[in-house]
């Protein structure tokens, strides 16, 4: 069965950088893409961006342009977001989606807290 | 504009029918998708494509669009549907946007 698990919580301090994976199995990697969103406390959804395990091909919401990265390991079958120079209004949950019909399987989700 | 409003609050008296929208230029040419979420859980897939559900979803849960305007009807709310829905779709770029979110009451 598909499964999709991400890592563990994360406090980082301003200006800091934080990396969240985002692991599969149960199904072929590269044949799905693999969305990312986020949801600050209280807040809706937000979609930040796609990337294509398949070739490496990235696309990402414009206000993340800058300052994220999407990166994905086909040999542990395993997807990344990174986002630099974080700020206090980066904290929140951040989820990883595969993209099927819709984004069918989502991980747990990954909390980072942003604070001096 | 690639924005999708939806209604920030809507209730519906058990067993009954309610309708969820969801309102934007690029549902004129792609369907959204929709998921529900429960608090502290991950959101949850609940209709896509034209008219989909996945395996496990009941069939209370359909979907349907016209011109600008995507919706969500649940036929014979429960009390397990109380819960935060979220439309998604793309646009030309290939960009995603979810709504607002409508958090359904079941009276």
């Known amino acids: 069965q598909v499964q999709v698990m991400q890592s563990g919580a994360e406090v980082k301090k301003p200006g800091a950088s934080v990396k969240v994976s985002c692991k599969t199995s149960g199904y072929t990697f590269t044949d799905y893409g693999i969305h990312w969103v986020r949801q600050a406390p209280g807040q809706g959804l937000e979609w930040m961006g796609w990337i294509s395990p398949y070739n490496g091909n990235t696309n990402y919401a414009q206000k993340f342009q800058v300052r994220v990265t999407m990166t994905t390991d086909t040999s542990t079958s395993t997807a990344y977001l990174e986002v630099t120079s974080l700020r206090a209004d980066d904290t929140a949950v951040y989820y990883c989606a595969r993209d099927g019909a819709g984004y069918d399987y989502w991980g747990q989700g990954t909390l980072v807290i942003v604070s001096a | 504009s690639s924005e999708l409003t939806q209604d920030p609050a809507v209730s519906v008296a058990l067993g009954q029918t309610v309708r969820i929208t969801c309102r934007g230029d690029?549902?004129?040419?792609?369907?959204p998708s929709w998921y529900q979420q429960k608090p502290g859980q991950a959101p949850e897939l609940v209709v896509y494509?034209?008219?989909f559900r996945p395996s496990g979803i009941p069939d209370r849960f359909s979907a349907s669009t016209s011109g600008g305007e995507g919706s969500l009807t649940i036929t014979g709310a429960q009390a397990d549907d109380e819960a935060d829905y979220y439309c998604?779709?793309?646009?030309?770029?290939?960009?995603?946007?979810f709504g607002g979110g409508t958090h359904l009451t079941v009276l």
């Open positions: 690029s549902v004129r040419f792609f369907s």
């Open positions: 494509g034209a008219n």
């Open positions: 998604n779709s793309r646009d030309n770029s290939g960009n995603y946007h």
